[in-house]
């Protein structure tokens, strides 16, 4: 079992929006900064996300992030076919010093 | 701009040992403002975090709980490069094993991916 959850799937059509939520705890989400992770099969998973609301340059505004306590979301509008992947938020640990990665969430965009 | 290259076997008998090199180009791995991780990805297991190396003034590790004993991260200064190496390797081992690079508190860079299969 992962330290921080998300929902294994979420599913919506074309053009629409969607949330992902990853929440965790006092020691992980509540104590640093989350990011967010795309990741296609084959290839190298891409940040989204960091800081918990900061998007890296080349990243559209269609994605957004926000935090609130132990819990983020990931937002993603304007869903295109191509936003189809496996979606993860990380975080560092400070009671496992270690990172920790959610469960992951597939987007299916039907 | 970063660039991580990976190399090693993609192919681990069980019980052997798991080698796997990541090359740096455009950063040092004796920065004092990032660090350097491994990470692996399987359909079972999805991002599994194995552990990280760094340097403040001197080298440390963090390992991951889940193959603690088994794994050690070396830095290589003179070739500017990082290693992974896991012992007693099983099939559940089988995955799609990732260098990185982390700034502040997100990954930013990532190597290509090298799928390590465990099988006789």
């Known amino acids: 079992q992962s330290v921080l959850t998300q929902p294994p799937s979420v599913s919506a059509a074309p053009g629409q929006r969607v949330t992902i939520s990853c929440s965790g705890g006092?020691?992980?989400?509540?104590?640093?900064?989350v990011s967010w992770y795309q990741h296609l099969p084959g290839t190298a998973p891409k940040l989204l996300i960091y800081?918990?609301?900061k998007r890296p340059s080349g990243i559209p505004d269609r994605f957004s992030g926000s935090k609130s306590g132990t819990s983020a979301t990931l937002g993603i509008t304007g869903l295109q076919t191509g936003d189809e992947a496996d979606y993860y938020c990380?975080?560092?640990?400070?009671?496992?010093?270690?990172?920790?990665f959610g469960g992951g969430t597939k987007l299916t965009v039907l | 701009q970063v660039q991580l290259q990976q190399s090693g076997p993609g192919l681990v008998k069980p019980s052997q040992t798991l080698s796997l090199t990541c090359a740096i180009s455009g950063d040092s791995v004796s920065s004092n403002s990032v660090a350097w991780h491994w990470i692996r990805q399987s359909p079972s297991r999805g991002l599994e975090w194995l552990g990280r190396t760094y340097y403040r003034s001197k080298w440390y590790t963090d390992y991951a709980v889940s193959v603690k004993g088994r794994i050690t991260i070396n830095p290589d200064t003179s070739k500017n490069h990082f290693s992974l190496q896991l012992i007693s390797v099983t099939p559940e081992d089988t995955a799609v094993y990732f260098c990185?690079?982390?700034?502040?508190?997100?990954?930013?860079?990532w190597g290509q991916g090298i799928l390590v299969t465990v099988s006789s």
């Open positions: 800081d918990n609301d």
């Open positions: 006092n020691s992980n989400i509540g104590n640093d900064y």
């Open positions: 990185a690079r982390c700034y502040s508190w997100h990954v930013d860079y």
């Open positions: 990380g975080t560092w640990d400070t009671s496992l010093s270690a990172w920790v």
